[in-house]
């Protein structure tokens, strides 16, 4: 991997939207001017280059829908050898089950940013409590 | 501006929130990349050398493995920094380079032993708990020394 000369950095930006698909913010990316290197992924586009313009970038994606794109920083460039799957000859890079994880909480957690922006309040409610050993005794002796 | 750790230190949700607040996300993307391009001799750069867990001796014994050390390494300067931190439990997900049980235990320890401003919580699971988890991070970054609104 060639040595980095200036502050590059990369951004992964996760779209969870309902209103915004991963190409529209593509396409917002290819409008930009700064000298920045993209990629489309299946949650998003990774966007790799100069500090000040990626921020300045990421900061337009994430203003067409602020509550339901999320952006974390990446400290492989994409496409880097190590990490690419083009190389390593398929499979989910490492990593990525992590954020498919955590993607999967998404449209949860942009529902409660919203609601948390609109000036809800938190809706009290009891947390689900572990099942009673007793219980437990009770459901295995009835199914013998 | 604080410095607020999050555990897992890798966490999409727990970074984006910390950056959405207004506060700067300690997380392991950046030692990642600081380690991957920094000029050495391993061709392609690795994310943890040979140097790795003699760094790490500063955060666990000698007996801990060197796993754990070299973990150490890029998490202990991060917990050094921190002034605050975010501890998420419950996560069935801590794959990668989050899946050392040991350094996990160790990571959280050293965040509760430093005295800073802490909030612990779990993961969501259910609408109901997925806006208690906002609710309480938002609450708690804004509680934060210039902790901003929503940018």
Do not use: W
């Not at chain 1, 990421?58 to 880097?80: C, Q």
């Not at chain 1, 398929?90 to 609109?118: C, Q, S, T």
């Not at chain 2, 439990?89 to 050392?100: R, V």
């Not at chain 2, 965040?111 to 919580?121: G, M, N, T």
Request: proline share 6%.
């Amino acid at each position: 991997m060639a040595e980095e000369t200036e502050d590059n950095i990369t951004k992964i930006v996760v779209i969870s939207s309902d209103s915004i698909l991963p190409t529209d913010a593509a396409m917002k990316v290819y409008e930009s001017e700064d000298s920045i290197t993209i990629k489309e992924t299946c949650f998003g586009t990774m966007v790799n280059g100069p500090r000040e313009a990626v921020l300045k970038v990421v900061e337009t994606l994430r203003s067409m829908d602020r509550n339901h794109i999320f952006v974390k920083e990446r400290g492989f460039k994409p496409g880097a050898e190590v990490r690419c799957r083009a190389g390593r000859g398929g499979g989910p890079r490492p990593g990525f089950h992590f954020l498919r994880e955590e993607v999967n909480m998404l449209p949860m957690i942009g529902r409660a940013l919203d609601k948390y922006e609109a000036g809800e309040p938190l809706e009290e409610h009891e947390a689900p409590k572990k099942l009673d050993i007793s219980k437990l005794k009770k459901i295995i002796d009835s199914e013998l | 501006m604080a410095k607020v750790i999050i555990y897992p230190t890798n966490s999409l949700i727990l970074s984006d929130m910390v950056e959405r607040f207004g506060h700067e996300p300690l997380a392991m993307m950046e030692k990642i990349k600081e380690i991957i391009n920094t000029v050495g001799v391993d061709s392609p750069p690795l994310n943890i050398t040979p140097e790795g867990p003699k760094h790490g001796l500063k955060y666990a014994a000698v007996e801990v493995p060197a796993g754990v050390r070299g973990r150490m390494s890029l998490i202990g300067p991060m917990i050094d920094l921190a002034e605050a931190g975010i501890i998420v439990g419950d996560s069935s997900i801590s794959f990668g380079c989050m899946g050392c049980a040991r350094t996990n235990e160790l990571t959280k320890f050293l965040i509760r032993e430093k005295d800073i401003p802490i909030l612990e919580i779990q993961y969501p699971h259910t609408e109901e708990e997925g806006q208690d988890f906002v609710y309480k991070i938002a609450e708690f970054l804004k509680s934060l020394p210039s902790g901003s609104d929503e940018k």
